[in-house]
T-cell receptor, first 118, second 113 residues
Framework: GAVVSQHPSRVICKSGTSVKIECRSL??????MFWYRQFPKQSLMLMAT?????????EQGVEKDKFLINHASLTLSTLTVTSAHPEDSSFYIC??????????????FGPGTRLTVL | LAKTTQPISMDSYEGQEVNITCSHN???????ITWYQQFPSQGPRFIIQ???TKVTNEVASLFIPADRKSSTLSLPRVSLSDTAVYYC??????????????FGTGTLLAVQP
């Protein structure tokens, strides 16, 4: 139980294009999902908290117009990197907290998405 | 959110017990201590969580002294596959698990044959 998937696992795009990353809780419902970014040899940095049916809460310094988050259902949150630039190249990881059937005190992480912007 | 401090790296050999200590001097009453493991290019994996004294599961043990200002993750008889970064986090779970995790630098454990 408590499996979180991400799609795609890796993506390469041209500078100026937009990329959408999906995060799904496969066997549980998640009212809250989180998005993190991790640069090489660094720790995870929380970008935003996504709540189903409401606007995401962004951490200080994270541009909400650049990193669009949509949490339209209890099993799916999407992160869209708009007008991507090489400095947006990073490892993006989502996590989810379940409402039932799994520990409601634990964040379960997805496998991550490697974004490379050329 | 309580800040955590842990060693940047540790070395061990296969079959040894490894203890990673984390300091969290400003831990609050409603805070829990949680440990995650991360392999390169993968998302973190939950290892163990505790509030006080000792917690044990099939993977590890977590020791928390009475003052809760530190905690120790104990990995019994490590193998090469335990080489990873281990993160200690303090999480406020009061009122439900919607609180965010702030990751520190983590401890890179290198297990050698």
């Amino acid at each position: 139980g408590a499996v979180v998937s991400q799609h795609p696992s890796r993506v390469i795009c041209k500078s100026g294009t937009s990329v959408k990353i999906e995060c799904r809780s496969l066997d549980f419902q998640a009212t809250t999902m989180f998005w993190y970014r991790q640069f090489p040899k660094q720790s995870l940095m929380l970008m935003a908290t996504s709540n189903e049916g409401s606007k995401a809460t962004y951490e200080q310094g994270v541009e909400k117009d650049k990193f669009l988050i949509n949490h339209a259902s209890l099993t799916l949150s999407t992160l869209t990197v708009t007008s991507a630039h090489p400095e947006d190249s990073s490892f993006y990881i989502c996590s989810a907290i379940g409402t039932s059937g799994v520990s409601t005190d634990t964040q379960y992480f997805g496998p991550g998405t490697r974004l490379t912007v050329l | 959110l309580a800040k955590t401090t842990q060693p940047i790296s540790m070395d061990s050999y296969e079959g040894q017990e490894v203890n990673i200590t984390c300091s969290h001097n400003n831990i609050a009453t409603n805070d829990y201590i949680t440990w995650y493991q991360q392999f390169p290019s993968q998302g973190p994996r939950f290892i163990i969580q505790g509030y006080k004294t000792k917690v044990t599961n099939e993977v590890a043990s977590l020791f928390i002294p009475a003052d809760r200002k530190s905690s120790t993750l104990s990995l019994p008889r490590v193998s090469l596959s335990d080489t990873a970064v281990y993160y200690c986090l303090v999480v406020n779970n009061y009122g439900g698990a919607t609180n965010k995790l702030i990751f520190g630098t983590g401890t890179l454990l290198a297990v050698q044959p």
